[in-house]
């Protein structure tokens, strides 16, 4: 029978999900997730087998707390249009200020450009691009799209934009010019309808 653990491991999913945050999978120590988690490296290596493990379970708290969180809290099933505005909107308010950025855009850049995408990186894109899909084609005009071909156009077009946005913001680029941007974009696709 196995030992329980005797940690919060939601305290150091979030500590290791900072850190990988702040420098990335190749930049973040041992010793970086040890302070940040207040595990000992053999503790890490015995609870997540190593720092891939460790890596992929904060990457998949992320996925979990922070971007399904966000998309359940501003963009929820029947919100349209009008919960995608919100969703891109919710950008600007993070609370750190967009220092760290997103994790999912940290890695795509920092994995990017191998045979095969990292599963986690993969699987966040791909929710994100659903969502933006699903809430699409609850605007009439979408709806009417037969083969859901300019829904699709119009969700990867959206997702470039999403993931472009919160490069701009962990660059420093000003929130006011970025949240015009984001008004545009709606009242552009709105006309549409």
Do not use: W
């Not at 945050?21 to 997540?48: C, M, N, P, V, W």
């Not at 005009?141 to 946005?165: E, S, W």
């Not at 970025?178 to 552009?188: G, K, M, P, V, Y």
């Amino acid at each position: 029978m196995g030992r329980t653990r005797e940690f919060d491991e939601e305290a150091v999913l979030k500590g290791a999900m900072q850190i990988f945050r702040k420098h990335g999978y190749q930049g973040a120590s041992i010793r970086d997730l040890e302070e940040a988690t207040g595990l000992k490296g053999g503790s890490i290596y015995h609870a997540f087998g190593d720092k891939a493990g460790l890596f992929d379970a904060a990457f998949g708290h992320y996925n979990r707390t922070v971007l399904e969180g966000r998309i359940e809290r501003f963009a929820p099933p029947g919100s349209g249009l009008q919960g995608l505005r919100e969703l891109f909107l919710s950008l600007l308010h993070e609370p750190d200020d967009g220092a760290l950025g997103c994790l999912i855009t940290n890695m795509a850049v920092e994995f990017g450009g191998v045979a095969d995408p990292h599963p986690r990186v993969e699987a966040a894109l791909g929710l994100l691009r659903t969502t933006f899909r699903s809430r699409l084609t609850e605007v009439p005009t979408f709806a009417r799209d037969a083969d859901g071909a300019k829904a699709n156009r119009t969700a990867i077009r959206l997702l470039a934009f999403y993931q472009g946005l919160l490069v701009l913001i962990r660059g420093g680029e000003d929130k006011a010019g970025l949240r015009q941007a984001i008004e545009d974009e709606f009242n552009q696709l709105e006309t549409l309808l």
